[in-house]
């Protein structure tokens, strides 16, 4: 395996988990990250295809919260994708109908063919969020390697190439569960790294991870305000970020942040915390942040609740609408917003990682079999917990908050999770070493 000092890194923008990943390579990229499914010249053909897959991914996903017909909409496609069961461990090696799809699309109807030509003549290791990608320079003989980074904490059978034993796509795994899976679908060992989820390195600041203790003795702070946590463990503080209290005060006021997915499913969910809040956020209590990434008319439909509740005051003091008119800045945006979050509610997708940066996470119902993994490996991690009813958020977060729990939360995924997700992925492209601890097999 020969190594470079960048390569192509790929992604594609449906939903913001892809290019959440390739965001946090972005200092390998050559030039830009090149979005498979929107990049200058793409054929016209190509776009359509990959117009009408992300159409009606957004569309479904934004269907699921409703009763009955939106439960029934989705369980059909997500039939298509859903991860089988690991035990009794078997060969899951043979390609099934999703697979049988993919290679139809790219063979038959040349997917991304176009896209692998023109990078061929530069041929730099491909490093690819989404699959489509990788299988089709495989097909198309493209000369460099090709890496594939997989973004939830188990993955389907659809992320593997048609005939696995053989290919020579390498796989970089986020936790040991997908490490195990990977050899449950025929991958070879060799082409298998454990390496974390790409985490931006602003969160992490080196292999040190100097910018998460100093970031995470903060969020103690706001998060353990009756010292219950840090008097249990007050040694192990010690010995990990040199901080036995909490400073006089933390550098900023406690911060829920509540992050919406790419397809915008669960606004509603937002605006009944909201509600919940109100007396809170009028009394100063916490800071409540609606993050409406690139989606104008979610930022649109926040801001007019936020008004409806008598909150238009507190807009830019403890109530923010975080919104953002290209992904690229979103991404910047976000983890600047990260740094002074306290607690995060989002749905269990590939947010699940950023418990590694020391944020308790509160989940949000699931959408898709993948994130019902993600939410699995989230408690065993002891970094996640479901939401209780959004109704009453003003009554048990803040019991959570009072007894220490959340904070005890935020040390689990810091000290549990994979952080340097990214170092790693650069030390094996690159060949630069790191001294990084080697990760558990956290099933």
Not at 57 to 71: F, H, M, N, Q, T
Not at 218 to 238: A, M, Q, S, W
């Amino acid at each position: 395996m020969r190594t470079h000092k960048k390569a192509w890194v790929i992604s594609v923008n449906m939903g913001y988990g892809h290019e959440r990943a390739a965001y946090g390579l972005r200092d390998l990229a050559y030039g830009e990250i090149i979005t498979a499914n929107d990049y200058p010249g793409i054929p016209a053909k190509d776009k359509k295809l990959w117009r009408e897959s992300r159409s009606l991914y957004e569309a479904v996903s934004r269907l699921k919260p409703i009763p009955i017909l939106g439960d029934m909409v989705f369980e059909v496609m997500d039939a298509m994708q859903r991860i089988a069961p690991f035990y009794p461990r078997r060969d899951l090696s043979a390609p099934n109908l999703q697979i049988k799809q993919t290679y139809y699309f790219i063979e038959q109807l040349g997917l991304c063919k176009h896209l692998i030509e023109k990078l061929a003549k530069r041929p730099l290791p491909l490093v690819c969020t989404f699959f489509i990608p990788a299988f089709a320079a495989e097909v198309y003989d493209y000369p460099g390697d090709i890496y594939l980074v997989i973004c939830d904490a188990d993955m389907a059978r659809a992320w593997v190439a048609r005939d696995p034993r053989r290919s020579r796509i390498k796989y970089f795994a986020p936790n040991g569960r997908v490490a195990e899976r990977l050899r449950l679908y025929g991958v070879r060992s060799e082409n298998i790294f454990l390496t974390g989820f790409p985490l931006p390195k602003e969160l992490i600041g080196g292999p040190e991870g100097n910018v998460i203790k100093q970031d995470l003795i903060n969020r103690l702070c706001n998060l353990d305000p009756n010292g219950i946590f840090h008097k249990k463990y007050v040694k192990t503080l010690e010995a990990q970020l040199g901080a036995v209290t909490c400073p006089t005060r933390s550098n900023h006021p406690l911060t829920l942040t509540f992050s919406i997915g790419g397809a915008g499913a669960q606004k509603k969910l937002a605006v009944e915390v909201l509600e919940s809040l109100r007396l809170k956020l009028k009394n100063d209590k916490i800071r409540y942040r609606l993050v409406a990434g690139t989606k104008k008319e979610i930022a649109g439909y926040f801001l007019e609740k936020v008004k409806e509740l008598g909150l238009r005051n507190k807009l830019g003091k403890n109530v923010f609408v975080d919104y953002y008119p290209d992904r690229h800045s979103y991404f910047i945006e976000f983890s600047k917003i990260l740094r002074k979050t306290d607690i995060l509610w989002t749905k269990p997708s590939e947010m699940s990682f950023y418990c590694g940066v020391g944020l308790p996470i509160i989940m949000a119902p699931s959408i898709g079999s993948q994130e019902q993994f993600n939410r699995t490996w989230l408690k065993m991690v002891g970094a996640g917990v479901t939401q209780n009813d959004p109704k009453y958020t003003d009554e048990w977060l803040f019991d959570w908050i009072e007894s220490g729990g959340l904070a005890r939360m935020a040390w689990n995924g810091y000290i549990e999770a994979p952080t340097h997700g990214s170092y790693r992925i650069s030390s094996i492209m690159t060949g630069e070493k790191y001294e990084l601890e080697k990760l558990p097999m956290i099933i």
